[in-house]
């Protein structure tokens, strides 16, 4: 997607090897417009995969996810890092580790927020190692969805979360891929 | 908000005379034509606010704060519960004590997504008791920010959160306003 390689290109900031920083109007500050075009194009890519609901984890995948939802018209379902102390009957959960914070949590849903059969869009701000797409699909499974399709707003395709994703079976589409990174340098993967 | 009580009479669940249960629609499943419709409201009732960003707390607040940004076209602003590992630079943190999760989190911002004189729309999902609404102004304005309005989609009344921010000087608006809950019920502060 040129629009969000562009704005990676001008607003990202690559610290190191592994880390880029997006927070300028992806994660911290958010570039509306830039969310609504990005919602646009999931719906466009996953349009055949007849979605009847789309998910994500919180908290940086709800903005590109309500977007996408919206446009595809089906209700959103954010996925939980913790139980809150009322969410507490018929509750799902499976543990995933997170790389960046060097530590477990447990994602979490209400059984009754997924009908069996239905076909799941998970969609996520970014892929790495894969731990946070495959414990969302894990979960989604668990309740009885389908996930017909996972779409990714920014992958780091040097990391093995989108090879992993693939040779399990999911159809995954990534809006900007990243092929490296080195401090202050962005390498993309070429897009088609 | 008509259609936003409607669906709290629907679909919301008192459990004591504390909680009101919204995660069919609000907070946990999502319904995504709702939440544009309660940014069109957020829009119009700020219409005259000179709102230069719209700000929030993650992660229940990101979803209502993103319809509403977009529709004024103005960035988002999410802060954040707690410093990630990545964001070490330059940073404003204030104390708040959550009250539902009966322990204190780090408020947290990056300094260079506030201007000088920005005139910030804050909008919640819900206001209690105001821990989480009194601590994002205060950091709004540590970062030089004026909170121009404060826009909630669910004020529990009965609670001391809307009469502190207003005995503050804030211009609160809530969409829907509880006056009572009790197992099974819920009162609306009558409209206008």
Known sequence: MRELEDKIRTFGKALNEDVLLVD?????????????????????????????????????????????????R???????????AI?????????????????????????EYMLPGDRVLLIDDFLANGEAALGASRLIEQAGGIVSGIGIVISKSFQPGLKRLREAGYNVKALA??????????EFVPEG
Chains 1, 2 share one sequence.
């Open 87 to 111: 969410m507490n009957e018929n509750v799902l959960q499976t543990e995933v580790f997170s790389f960046t914070k060097q530590k477990s949590y447990l994602l979490t849903m209400k059984q």
């Open 74 to 84: 089906v209700p959103l379902l954010v996925l939980k890092k913790s139980a809150s």
């Open 177 to 186: 891929e990243i092929a490296g990174l080195q401090k202050d340098h962005i």
């Open 24 to 72: 300028m109007f992806l994660n911290h500050q958010v570039d509306c417009e830039l969310m609504d075009h990005i919602g646009d194009e999931f719906a466009r890519l996953f349009a055949d995969a007849g979605i009847t609901r789309v998910a994500t984890v919180e908290a940086s995948g709800i903005a590109p996810a309500l977007m996408c939802a919206l446009k595809m």
